[in-house]
């Protein structure tokens, strides 16, 4: 499924060469990108992966987005006025009908977001502070979340939780939250999504996210440099370390080849 079917970035010039985010894709010549059911975002450090996956964020208004408020030049809203300047299409369905909006289920999943829930798993405290915020958001007077935060009933379910927690590693807590996060018929934007698993986990989550991708009506656009999730996913690929947006295949790219490099080096070791 494509509810996405382009992103066009903003082609804004401005006078200052360092104002995030125009620095970030100042140097792109095309700023044009057309997505599949499943699209890879690649590059090293300050790329622009994750910048550009907030920014799809913000402009689609998904659940997860940040806005970045913070430049060192006045109080020009630059990451709100870029964002305002890109523009997008919505995809088809199976029967060829444009879409209208994105689905209300899709969400921006970012890497700290997992790392958080785990914590806020293992940690005592957070726990309980995050069981008592989800409560609250239901409609909960201040007297009731009170009332509950002494109740044994609560306490109780803070022992249920850390049991189950001890019971598993963070990378197989890492795939039950991104099992809680993902349902069907959505969109996800998933930042680093390999963060904390082995590197079978991270071959078994880009092969369940084929699987959503086929059969359950999911769109994906991922930020990675995993080779294991790059040569498991049915993805288009880009790469931001170019100037060009070309579609490049999995084992054209650094940190791949870097791998196959490293244990071919190696490939006598194997051998013995």
């Known amino acids: 499924m494509i509810y996405l079917s382009n992103f066009l970035l903003s082609q804004k010039k401005v006078n200052n060469p360092n104002i995030y985010p125009y620095h970030v894709f100042a140097e792109k010549t095309e700023k044009l990108f057309l997505f599949q059911p499943i699209t890879v975002l690649y590059g090293n450090n300050a790329s622009g992966k994750s910048t550009l996956l907030n920014i799809i964020a ?34 088809e369905d199976e029967l060829g009908r444009y879409f209208t909006s994105i689905p209300e289920k899709s969400k921006y999943v970012k890497s700290e977001d997992i790392l958080y829930e785990i914590k806020k798993i293992q940690q005592e405290k957070v726990l309980a502070e995050g069981y008592i915020y989800e409560h609250a958001k239901r409609g909960m007077s201040k007297s009731e979340v009170e009332s509950m935060r002494s109740s044994k009933e609560m306490w109780k ?116």
């Open 58 to 91: 913000n402009k689609l208004k998904l659940e997860g987005r940040e806005y970045a408020s913070c430049n060192k030049y006045g109080n020009i809203a630059y990451f709100s006025n870029f964002v305002n300047e890109c523009s997008y299409e919505l995809g």
């Open 157 to 272: 379910q803070m022992e249920y939780m850390k049991f189950a927690q001890e019971k598993y590693s963070n990378g197989e807590t890492t795939l039950q939250i991104l099992d809680d996060y993902l349902e069907t018929d959505a969109l996800y934007l998933l930042d680093e999504p390999e963060v904390s698993l082995s590197h079978a986990n991270q071959v078994i989550l880009a092969e369940k996210i084929n699987q959503m991708a086929r059969l359950l009506k999911c769109q994906f656009i991922i930020s990675t440099h995993s080779p294991f999730m790059l040569g498991t996913l049915n993805a288009k690929i880009y790469n931001l370390d170019l100037r060009d947006l070309n579609v490049v295949k999995w084992i054209e790219l650094e940190s791949v080849r870097y791998a196959y490099d490293f244990f071919d080096k190696h490939r006598c070791e194997f051998d013995d």
